[in-house]
T-cell receptor, first 113, second 114 residues
């Protein structure tokens, strides 16, 4: 069935270092891949998304790369700051769906000062 | 602020009871999605409405139902509540046009069933 796997489940980095979170998806026809940041008790907040006709997208310190052949996409955060600490979720929409999101299991990112 | 509103913010009730959660989408958005977030299940899609009609169902229990009204706000009804229904319930909205599937989440309703 439709599935998104996300790794790692926890990630600790020193402030200023880079963080990378990876996701794989099961449906080769998936064409939309958003990333959400969720702080404790708050709503998931869209931070970046990518569509299948693009291989990479960047927004300041955040970038997402997509490898359609391997069916995986990754979130890259550079120059991490303590306020980047949160849970990050990847997601995908699957072919034939009504555009609902299937989420990965989340990554708890901790940026150590 | 995403422009999506949800009420109430918190809800405490007892097993066997029924509750209604409300969501107002962003202005212009026709689609409303409901998601459940529990500690052990992550974010799970429940149901989607588009312009008043049900479009997709996910892992929604038969005890749960939803509807979208002519003004596009949506309600999620949870009945015969069980302890395991305790979770954060989010709604999200999008326009759902081609290339416009970005979903914006509301602040959520935290449900606690005692």
């Amino acid at each position: 069935g439709e599935n998104v796997e996300q790794h790692p489940s926890t990630l600790s980095v020193q402030e200023g270092d880079s963080a990378v979170i990876k996701c794989t998806y099961s449906d080769s026809a998936s064409n939309y891949f958003p990333w959400y940041k969720q702080e404790l008790g708050k709503r998931p907040q869209l931070i970046i998304d990518i569509r299948s006709n693009v291989g990479e997208k960047k927004d300041q310190r955040i970038a997402v790369t997509l490898n359609k052949t391997a069916k995986h996409f990754s979130l890259h955060i550079t120059e991490t700051q303590p306020e980047d600490s949160a849970v990050y979720f990847c997601a995908a929409t699957f072919s034939g769906s009504a555009r609902q999101l299937t989420f990965g299991s989340g990554t708890q990112l901790t940026v150590l000062p | 602020d995403s422009g999506v509103t949800q009420t109430p913010k918190h809800l405490i009730t007892a097993t066997g009871q029924r509750v209604t959660l409300r969501c107002s989408p962003r202005s212009g958005d026709l689609s409303v999605y409901w998601y459940q977030q529990s500690l052990d299940q992550g974010l799970q899609f429940l149901i989607q409405y588009y312009n008043g009609e049900e479009r997709a169902k996910g892992n929604i229990l038969e005890r749960f139902s939803a509807q979208q009204f002519p003004d596009l706000h949506s309600e999620l009804n949870l009945s015969s509540l069980e302890l395991g229904d305790s979770a954060l319930y989010f709604c999200a909205s999008s326009w759902t046009g081609e290339g416009q599937e970005t979903q914006y989440f509301g602040p959520g309703t935290r449900l606690l069933v005692l």
